[in-house]
């Protein structure tokens, strides 16, 4: 660009090429006492030509994770931490404790016959179970039990608890909470449940046989923003992606995708956060594009590897990875036999209610990054 489309271009945008003199400068300390300032040294900063993220890409390699989550047994109760969980700390974070964007994440560790007393919040989560048997969740009396690849959604305002069978095995998931964005907004709220645990009020996995049949609703009244299914069972999930790839070419971006949705109006699970499933055929890699949103993936079968932002990151089952806002990110699975999953959970439906969400195709070199050395 010449220098004068360059001016060109700041002018329109109203952005500001002043230069410091000592009157400025005085100036600027004086408007700084009256807690005020010149927008104009602000202007470039606060209203960037394209999302700036401050977070970076990071994979958590499972593999290094694992034992420090399970020495948190030997260190701390649930009952005096609450949660026993180790959270997913991106270095461009700060004190938001966020793994990227306004997404919390942590893996938090349960052992047989432990439970977690009830709390509500106005914050979202979900949970994606990594390894264990014998996990439950009850939200608002349904109580769920929950195999590896299932996901588990406690909605904002609901009573939540966590628990594990004295018959299972020690269980570890991924939390995913939207508590970045929320505090942002200044609108959080916690409460613990009066008798610390609830009743469960129905038949186990009941949600799942009302609401969970493909293309069938019962004539059941919910007012509810969020899904009221609650659970989706990796099974079932795993079977509709493999038969889609059957009869589908896929997204150039995404390969084999679907997302888990409201059943009440094929929305998002929840109002701040979605999730999908995605599937990579064998052999496959996808082209790179970039969009508005922030997502974070656990690797829920196979192995590969993606680009984020230039830097290749290697993957195998459970690790888990971000992508930054406005990040191109291409996918590849490293089996040339077999398919590989990558589960994500996503800020998108916070993008798409507020007409943010954007999306842009990686033009040169044949949709594919250059790996930086
Ligand atoms: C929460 O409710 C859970 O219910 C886990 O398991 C992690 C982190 C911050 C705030 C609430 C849970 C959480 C959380």
Redesign the pocket.
């Known amino acids: 660009m010449t220098a004068a489309r360059e001016n060109h271009r700041e002018a329109v945008a109203g952005r500001s090429d002043v230069e410091d003199t000592a009157e400025l400068l005085a100036y600027y300390e004086e408007l700084e006492t009256l807690k005020a300032g010149a927008l104009w040294t602000v202007a470039n900063k606060i209203e960037p030509w394209e999302p700036v993220s401050r977070y970076s890409p990071v994979l958590w390699p499972y593999d290094k994770m694992r034992s420090h989550v399970l020495r948190a047994i030997d260190l701390v109760t649930p009952e005096k931490a609450g ?1 026993r ?1 180790i959270y997913l700390n991106n270095p461009g974070a700060g004190d938001r404790a966020a793994c990227v964007g306004g997404i ?1 994440s ?1 893996l ?1 560790v349960m052992k047989a016959g432990e439970t ?1 007393s009830a ?1 509500a ?1 106005s ?1 979202s ?1 979900m949970r994606f179970i990594m390894e264990g048997r014998g996990a439950y969740t009850i939200v608002d009396g349904h109580k769920m039990t929950l195999g590896a690849n299932d996901l588990v959604l ?1 909605p904002n305002g609901t009573w ?1 608890e ?1 628990g594990i069978d004295p018959e299972g095995t020690t269980c570890i998931w991924q ?1 995913c ?1 939207d ?1 970045p964005l929320v505090n942002t907004l200044e609108a959080n709220f916690y409460a613990v449940h009066p008798d610390m645990h609830q009743k469960v009020g129905y038949a186990v996995d009941d949600t799942k046989y009302t609401f969970g049949a493909p293309g069938l609703q019962p004539q059941v009244s919910w007012d509810k923003a969020y899904s009221p299914l609650y659970k989706y069972e990796w099974g079932p999930t795993y079977e509709a992606l493999v038969k889609y790839s059957k009869v589908t070419d896929g997204s150039p971006y995404d390969g084999i995708l679907m997302n888990y949705v409201n059943p009440r109006n094929n929305g998002p699970v929840m109002l701040t956060l979605g999730a999908s499933m995605q599937l990579l055929r064998a052999g496959e890699k996808t082209k790179a594009h970039r969009h508005t949103g922030n997502v974070i993936y656990q690797v829920a079968k196979g192995s590969g590897y993606s680009i984020i932002g230039g830097q290749r990151f290697d993957w195998k089952e459970k690790d888990i990875f971000c992508v930054p806002s406005w990040a191109f990110h291409e996918h590849a699975n490293g089996s040339s036999s077999d398919d590989a999953c990558l589960f994500a959970f996503n800020d998108f439906p916070v993008m798409n209610a507020l007409g943010l969400y954007r999306e842009q195709a990686f033009g040169d070199n044949d949709g594919h990054q250059k790996v930086e050395a």
């Open positions: 949660r969980v919390y942590g938090q977690a709390h919040h914050t989560a406690t939540h966590h939390d909470l508590i």
